[in-house]
């Protein structure tokens, strides 16, 4: 079926600390592992996307891992800062006779100062 | 460039009802996918148009409806609202009919009462 688990529902973490976000996804032909950020009153937006032919990409503090075997991926973010709080999505993308973006529940991060 | 707009920002409507909500792409953007987002989840998928021709369609009533113009922009209209209808719709643009580069609006929060 079309799912995306997406564990923790919420985070916090001091300043300065690194937060870890992690989605499984269930269709083996998904090849590519969109994050995005969706600040209050905002859309979301695409801060890091891995396609499957790779399994690590990184951007400054934000990094993101792939295990296609496991169909896995996580979201690392080091050295957070209290603009870093926000609600965190994956997605990963489902064939059902055309790509639609599956996103999972959302991760709830709050960086203490 | 302008990014993805949405009109109106917010909405207030009675049940049994029916609404338009209204999208612009970026510019050179032909691809325009609708989700609906409810207070705590993850967006679900609505309808993906391409070239204004409809490719996909998520698990939502024949009360929701979508076209595409020649001008890439793109409305959703729901019919006979339900409180359950009430969300954030959020349109989102990519310049190909994939999931690859989705850039969201900031949506168009929907109340019904």
């Known amino acids: 079926g079309e799912n995306v688990e997406q564990h923790p529902s919420t985070l916090s973490v001091q300043e300065g600390d690194s937060a870890v976000i992690k989605c499984t996804y269930s269709d083996s032909a998904s090849n590519y592992f969109p994050w995005y950020k969706q600040e209050l009153g905002k859309g979301p937006q695409l801060i890091i996307d891995?396609?499957?032919?790779?399994g690590e990409k990184k951007d400054q503090r934000i990094a993101v891992t792939l295990n296609k075997t496991a169909k896995h991926f996580s979201l690392h973010i080091t050295e957070t800062q209290p603009e870093d709080s926000a609600v965190y999505f994956c997605?990963?993308?489902?064939?059902?006779?055309?790509?639609?973006?599956?996103f999972g529940t959302g991760t709830r991060l709050l960086v203490s100062p | 460039d302008a990014g993805v707009t949405q009109s109106p920002t917010h909405l207030i409507k009675t049940r049994g009802q029916q609404v338009t909500l209204r999208c612009s792409p970026i510019s050179g953007h032909k691809s325009v996918s609708w989700y609906q987002q409810v207070l705590g989840q993850g967006p679900q998928f609505i309808f993906q148009y391409y070239e204004k021709e409809e490719r996909g369609r998520g698990n939502f009533p024949d009360r929701f409806s979508a076209r595409q113009f020649p001008n890439y922009s793109s409305e959703l209209n729901v019919n006979a609202l339900l409180l359950g209808d009430s969300a954030l719709y959020l349109c989102?643009?990519?310049?190909?009919?994939?999931?690859?580069?989705?850039?969201f609006g900031s949506g168009t929060r929907l109340t019904v009462v």
């Open positions: 891995i396609r499957s032919n790779v």
């Open positions: 989102a643009s990519s310049a190909t009919g994939g999931n690859y580069g989705y850039t």
């Open positions: 997605a990963a993308p489902m064939n059902t006779g055309f790509q639609k973006l599956v």
